[in-house]
């Protein structure tokens, strides 16, 4: 007969490996999305925010290259070049004192730009699609032959600029053209954000 001191001692060591074989239950944390070099939002690119002066931009970033280039259409643009991967053009209302004149759009070129959902110049129009919907329209304005796309599900701040792949009837020659139809290897340009009134924004956001 075994005394009831053994029948302890088996029922211990029993206990002991049962807790000794139980899987660990740490599981561990799935890593983070590296933020982007420069991003992109309704109201800044770069950390550059509609509104402020460039002499503000100056002061926050001091080793910036600034410089200033005319548009085609002959709109003066500053370009802010933070880094060799990150270029911003700004446009204020004054060009007079345009170092004390509010930033009232903003443009890059620069593919290291992003916004939330990880667009950014050189994305394949296709691949835009799925983050912002469908493309609504591209319309061809007659200076520069400038070609811009809108989404369905765009925040309405955003102005995406593709190359010149928007498909429109060459017989016609009244401007702006609008167009639904691209080709495939279509992408974007560039991406500008800009002052709204604030009934468009307001309609843009329902």
Do not use: W
């Amino acid at each position: 007969m075994i005394k009831a001191p053994l029948i302890s001692l088996i029922l211990l060591s029993l206990v002991a490996c049962g807790e000794t074989n139980q899987p660990s239950q740490t599981t561990a944390s799935a890593p983070q999305k590296p933020k982007p070099l420069c991003e992109i939002d309704e109201n800044s690119i770069a950390g550059i925010p509609l509104g402020t002066t460039l002499q503000q931009v100056k002061q926050q970033f001091p080793q910036a290259q600034f410089s200033r280039e005319p548009d085609a259409d002959g709109t003066e643009l500053t370009a802010i070049k933070l880094n060799p991967a990150v270029e911003v053009f700004a446009y204020t209302e004054d060009n007079q004192q345009a170092d004390n004149s509010p930033i009232s759009y903003l443009e890059t070129q620069s593919k290291a730009c992003q916004t939330a959902e990880g667009v950014h110049p050189e994305m394949r129009v296709n691949d835009v699609v799925k983050h912002y919907g469908n493309v609504e329209q591209i319309m061809l304005s007659e200076i520069e032959a400038r070609q811009t796309v809108e989404f369905a599900a765009q925040p309405p701040e955003l102005s995406f600029r593709i190359d010149d792949t928007g498909i429109f009837d060459e017989k016609d020659k009244t401007y702006p053209q609008i167009s639904t139809a691209y080709q495939d290897h279509a992408k974007i340009v560039s991406i500008a954000i800009m002052d709204l009134p604030e009934e468009d924004s307001a309609s843009g956001a329902k």
